[in-house]
């Protein structure tokens, strides 16, 4: 049975009708993917001699177990962001003779060899192989390695149960922080408790046991879980929620507009990716906080300038990278309605432009620190309104893969193609490197006035651009149709 | 061969199928009809263990469908195109499922054979995925999938809808000749009240998830039928 699994999922993989214009972004995460194994490699083979090194009088083993329970949270939480259970397609298997309990022991059997498990076994192997190299005693190792193993197989179940439920995610972020915090402040000493439980490990090997029970537990209760979600009405179809029709006729003011700026409202409310997409856009307003108030920054003005586009940029990048993929579903029927293209792409437009003012009013308090990096996000702002909406707008007709509107948003890659990245040069490395070349020569209002200047070129000859834009959309108005049309 | 006992299912407070009783014997040619909303698929649903009832059992040939997987040995079914597997050829998905009950390549030449006709040199040797067909060449491949490996039961939810007519008519033909030697149970639902009355011996009306109607086929069934759902 499992050798007939595997066979559907490689002929699955392979006919995805976009598989080969995917392949530039399959081969990028390739990369992304080997870097990683690498890191860790290179980190489990070096870490003990490094240690040893900068520590002297420390165990390696004892100083790497005491920060085991950091890493440990920070696994789930990168996990819960990331990771998403192995999905199969069910519902044709559902009728045909085949357990319940196989399928639901192959999606399960399948997620033990995920990436996300792999990956640390580049760390605690070759560490391993170290300490028992060193002469420590290799039944002590190899059942901490074990235990490791287990954990990582652990963590992996744990995150299946918690991932839907949003209050497990800010429990495990709070524990996080908590614990760095109890450390930080010299409350509690974390790291003495982690020390103590992985040290007594590596003394009684026998300890593995209990991971070895822990797992086996998760597993039943994944196990438990999946096999009574096989039904169409739980795992396979999603559940109907209420129609909420919230008044929109507010909207009418835009005349010609309306219609579109309407649907689109409704379009990014009710689902979950677009929903997920705005509420980051208001997240991203903080994203100066990380380089405004620290030192090492404000001798870099150009990485300011970048932080400040990111500040208002929220909507404007993650919405308008993907436009028209949103409406792939039904793009052919807007096609066949009687709609002034010009007019539904002025609706985008708009509505990125008040999200990006909006950004901006909310970005107020950013005075604090300095009437310079306001005037920062200032221009930043005008970049992304005038220049950034029409290069946006302009590479969405580029855009040929279609995005399931229901799936999650998170991490969730659909629709993403090598152009997602390619476009990144015009709206972010563009404004920096030109902000960079003119305060190089002419200091920085004279770089802020730059930007601002491109942001406003964009604004008074918009007309003209979107005509271009428009026109464009046109003429590859058949193949965006018939690619939305492909199915994963 | 199949019992319905009790069987509700309600999606909150709406109750979208109540049936007391169903007793459909073996060997008969059971007809569903009803509006939309009537709980056809919901009924087929439940049988086919898909989804769960708010109350009550179906015993398929003396298996009960949400306790025991048996059924799905002698059961044979198609809802609708999501049931495909659409990466796959019409070739490959006969021969993943020809494989999953018993049959073997040859086996499955010779039983996609006999229908020929009915694909009409559309479904076979095409060299398309499924999902590229159109939506009646997709529910021919299906329909002819869910009589794969001899079943005892063969459910069909709207087999006729998407069909062009001369589909439609060898559909008729093949259904009649399922039930003919009285071994194999088919279950079809429609919305085609002339198509139904034709090849089931027994319709079975619901609405609102009940069973307003149990009548045996006879030459004034249609009329009946169809005087009851002209208001």
């Known amino acids: 049975m499992i050798k007939h699994f595997l066979r559907l999922e490689w002929k699955q993989y392979f006919r995805s009708s976009y598989w080969e214009k995917g392949l530039a972004l399959k081969i990028i995460m390739g990369f992304f993917a080997l870097y990683m194994m690498l890191s860790f490699l290179s980190l489990g083979i070096f870490s003990f001699f490094i240690i040893k090194k900068t520590v002297p009088d420390s165990d390696p083993l004892q100083v790497v177990n005491s920060f085991l329970l950091f890493a440990i949270i920070g696994d789930l939480i990168f996990r819960y962001i990331m990771q998403k259970l192995p999905v199969m397609n069910i519902k044709p298997l559902l009728i045909l003779p085949i357990k319940k309990t196989k399928l639901v022991h192959y999606v399960l059997g399948k997620s033990v060899f995920s990436a996300f498990n792999i990956f640390s076994l580049f760390f605690y192997i070759p560490f391993s192989v170290v300490l028992i190299n060193e002469g420590y005693d290799v039944n002590g190792v190899l059942g901490w390695l074990f235990t490791m193993i287990l954990l990582t197989q652990c963590g992996n179940f744990t995150n299946f149960i918690i991932n839907k439920n949003n209050i497990a995610f800010w429990a495990l972020a709070i524990v996080l922080v908590g614990t760095i915090a109890l450390q930080y402040y010299d409350i509690y000493d974390v790291t003495v ?84 997409v705005f509420l980051m856009s208001f997240l991203f307003v903080m994203y100066g906080l990380i380089f405004f108030p620290q030192k090492t920054y404000q001798e870099m003005p150009a990485m300011l300038v970048f932080a400040s586009l990111f500040v208002t ?31 539904y792409l002025d609706s985008k437009w708009f509505l990125m432009s008040i999200m990006t003012v909006v950004l901006f009013i909310l970005a107020t308090p950013y005075i604090y620190f300095g009437l310079d990096k306001y005037l920062m996000i200032a221009a930043g702002t005008l970049f992304n309104v005038g220049f950034n909406t029409l290069v946006l707008l302009y590479a969405g007709s580029f855009n040929r893969k279609q995005i399931d509107l229901n799936a999650s948003g998170f991490g969730n890659t659909q629709g993403t193609s090598a152009k997602q990245f390619i476009v990144i040069i015009p709206v972010m490395l563009l404004p920096v490197g030109v902000f960079y070349a003119v305060y190089f020569f002419l200091g920085l209002n004279a770089g802020l006035i730059t930007i601002a200047a491109l942001g406003l070129i964009g604004l008074v000859s918009r007309n003209y651009f979107m005509n271009l834009i428009t026109q464009k959309y046109i003429r590859d108005k058949y193949a965006v149709i018939h690619a939305f049309n492909q199915k994963a | ?143 002819i999938a869910a009589m794969m490996g001899n079943p005892q039961v063969v459910i069909l939810d709207e087999p006729f809808a998407n069909l062009d007519p001369t589909t439609q008519i060898r559909l008729k033909k093949i259904l009649k000749t399922l039930t003919e030697d009285r071994e194999i149970t088919v279950l079809v639902s429609s919305h085609d009240l002339s198509h139904v009355t034709e090849v089931c011996e027994r319709i079975v009306v619901l609405d609102k998830g009940i069973v307003v109607k149990d009548i045996q086929t006879s ?7 169809e005087s009851y759902f002209s208001v």
Not at chain 2, 219 to 225: F, S
Request: aromatic fraction near 12%; charge should be positive.
């Open chain 1, 193 to 276: 408790l982690s020390q103590s439980i992985f040290d007594g490990l590596v003394v009684n090997p026998i300890f593995v046991i209990t991971p070895l029970v822990l797992l086996i537990i998760l597993y039943i209760i994944n196990f438990k879980i999946l096999k009574g979600q096989l039904y169409l009405d739980d795992a396979v179809k999603q559940k109907v929620k209420e129609a909420n029709t919230a008044d929109l006729s507010w909207a009418n003011r835009f005349g010609e507009m309306a219609p579109f700026i309407k649907n689109e409202i409704r379009l990014i409310w009710r689902n979950k990716r677009t929903k997920t």
């Open chain 1, 313 to 343: 940029g929220g909507f404007v990048l993650n919405y308008g990278q993907f436009i028209p993929a949103w409406e792939s579903a039904y793009y052919k029927m807007l096609m066949s309605q009687n709609l002034s293209y010009r007019k």
């Open chain 2, 1 to 143: 061969m199949i019992q319905s006992k009790n069987i509700s299912k309600k999606y909150g407070k709406t109750e979208v199928l109540n049936i007391d009783s169903l007793e459909i014997p073996k060997g008969q040619g059971f007809g569903l009809v009803g509006n939309n909303g009537a709980g056809k698929t919901t009924y087929f649903n439940i049988l086919l263990d898909l989804i769960r009832p708010t109350t009550g059992t179906i015993t398929n040939n003396n298996v009960v469908v949400n306790e025991s997987e048996a059924w799905k040995t002698f059961t044979g079914s198609f809802i609708d195109e999501t049931f495909l597997i659409g990466y796959l050829t019409p070739e490959e998905y006969f021969d993943f499922i020809g494989d999953l009950r018993g049959m073997n390549k040859a086996d499955v030449q010779s039983f996609l054979a006999q229908f020929e006709e009915f694909f009409g040199g559309e479904v076979l040797g095409k060299k398309k995925y499924l999902r590229d067909l159109s939506k009646g060449n997709q529910k021919k491949a299906g329909i």
């Open chain 2, 219 to 225: 030459a004034e069934t249609l009329e009946e039928l």
